[in-house]
């Protein structure tokens, strides 16, 4: 009895764990060829697959104060090699980066990011509740002229976060959120998720909301897995202007 009521424990000890990471395994990232954005210009806007056979499709942008956009257009070669000026987006290319930036994971309808869109009023001591219009309320007893700082120092602040199982994905602030910029649904049916952490480490996440970090994958953008799930590239940032572009073996 006494030997049954213990193993019962133990079960109900281990039923209680959180689950484990995803039965993945990755290889150590390679890198595969540089960008220099001091020759290309621009800001990096997407790394797909669905280009030629051999090659990723690259692309940045230069935007105006009116947030007009200019594209550039690149053929990257995944043997070594320098970027490749292209007329325009690779039709493949497109309808990968349909599925890859989307709010729903490819494949599994009912697994979709929970987004969040906020505002505050903050000032330089605080900020005050969403959309009051109230200084600071953090201050003891404020006197007329903290009260009158409060108000001309206030401005208005916007958050969106996006969160998968409770986890975060991505945030910004005042800017708006770039789909794929930092995360890549794997194909369709698998429910994984690779995403850049705050740290902007390169982390796995699967539909259950288990997570492992690929160990070595640093300073990572645009990370984006291969149609047969069995690859993951994404850019490294290298310094200045530069970015290497990695690809990590996925088992």
């Known amino acids: 009895m006494i030997i049954a009521f213990l193993l019962a424990l133990v079960q109900a000890a281990a039923a209680s764990q959180p689950p484990g990471p995803p039965a993945l395994s990755?290889?150590?990232p390679r890198a595969?060829?540089?960008?220099?954005?001091?020759?290309?210009?621009?800001s990096p806007s997407r790394l797909s697959w669905g280009a030629p056979e051999g090659r990723l499709y690259f692309r940045t942008v230069e935007?105006?104060?009116?947030y007009n956009e200019r594209a550039r257009h690149y053929l990257l070669p995944l043997g070594g090699g320098q970027p490749e000026p292209t007329d325009g987006e690779p039709v493949g290319s497109s309808s990968y980066w349909a599925w890859k930036s989307g709010p729903v994971a490819p494949g599994v309808p009912d697994l979709r990011f929970d987004v969040d869109s906020r505002e505050e009023n903050k000032?330089?001591?605080g900020s005050t509740k969403e959309a009051t219009g109230m200084p600071n309320p953090f201050r003891s007893d404020p006197t007329s002229s903290q009260v009158a700082s409060d108000y001309a120092s206030m401005q208005r602040v916007a958050t969106t976060t996006l969160r998968l199982k409770g986890q975060l994905i991505a945030e910004t602030t005042n800017q708006p959120l770039?789909?794929?910029l930092t995360f890549g649904w794997g194909p369709a049916p698998s429910g994984l998720l690779a995403y850049a952490d705050g740290k902007k480490r390169l982390v796995v996440i699967d539909r259950d909301g288990r997570k492992?970090?690929?160990?070595?994958?640093?300073?990572?953008?645009?990370?984006?897995w291969s149609p047969n799930g069995k690859q993951i590239a994404y850019l490294q940032k290298k310094g200045g202007k530069k970015y290497a572009v990695m690809i990590v073996d996925v088992t």
Request: proline fraction near 8%; charged fraction near 20%; aromatic fraction near 6%.
């Open 178 to 180: 770039i789909p794929g």
């Open 212 to 224: 492992v970090e690929v160990p070595g994958a640093a300073d990572v953008l645009l990370p984006a």
């Open 123 to 125: 000032t330089a001591t």
């Open 63 to 66: 935007t105006d104060r009116f």
């Open 26 to 28: 990755f290889s150590a």
């Open 32 to 42: 595969v060829c540089e960008v220099d954005l001091g020759k290309l210009k621009g």
